[in-house]
């Protein structure tokens, strides 16, 4: 396994486009999660998944913003009606969710939104 | 929501010197994790400390975890250019991450 994969790297859209991100991580890691970084910050937790449920969403995360793992595997991020505001670097990461190991997380290396 | 705060914000040093950066809250935390960034690049997980007052050493790099396991410290000596990059800490329990501390060494 070569790690955790995002595709694409980087995304230029304009504004009002909608744009989706995929994310695949690490086999046989149940969590998956998703953040946001601009520059000058760390990551800013967006949402996570342990297999298919979506846990947990940050309020940061609007109504434009959805996540999906249908099937537990991949993941996808969609933001609707892009905003400038969305540009920025969007993170995924994989953790196994068990054992001593559950809370490490293995980052992808990111897509990096523009919105012009 | 556990706020961490992380500091210094920039630091920006010589090859062969030393420096601490530091990781703190109000909050109890039951793990803390340190990554480094590299431009472009996603975090990567340098350690994980779990126990109050615990040392860790990687190398070059030291981690402690305040005994009350509200803040910790990374300390690097002898610096060296390939340190370069940003140094983020984060709380194991809730996936929060402090801004960052944005290290460049200098040759």
Known sequence: DTGVSQDPRHKIT???QNVTFRCDPISEHNRLYWYRQTLGQGPEFL??????????????????FSA????????????QRTEQGDS????CA??????????????????RLSVL | TQLLEQSPQFLSIQEGENLTVYCNSSSVFSSLQWYRQEPGEGPVLLVTVVTGGEVKKLK????QFGDAR?????HITAAQPGDTGLYLC??????????????????
Do not use: C, H, W
Request: proline share 2%; aromatic share 10%; glycine share 10%.
């Open chain 1, 14 to 16: 304009k504004r009002g």
């Open chain 1, 47 to 64: 949402t996570y998944f342990q297999n298919e449920a979506q846990l947990e969403k940050s309020r940061l995360l609007s109504d434009r």
């Open chain 1, 68 to 79: 999906e793992r249908p099937k537990g595997s991949f993941s996808t991020l969609e933001i």
């Open chain 1, 88 to 91: 920025a670097m969007y993170l």
């Open chain 1, 94 to 111: 994989s953790s196994s969710g068990e054992g001593r190991a559950k809370n490490i997380q293995y980052f992808g290396a990111g897509t």
């Open chain 2, 60 to 63: 070059r790099l030291t981690f």
């Open chain 2, 70 to 74: 509200k803040d910790s410290s990374l």
């Open chain 2, 90 to 107: 984060a709380g194991a329990d809730d996936m929060r991450f402090g801004a960052g501390t944005r290290l460049t060494v200098k040759p």
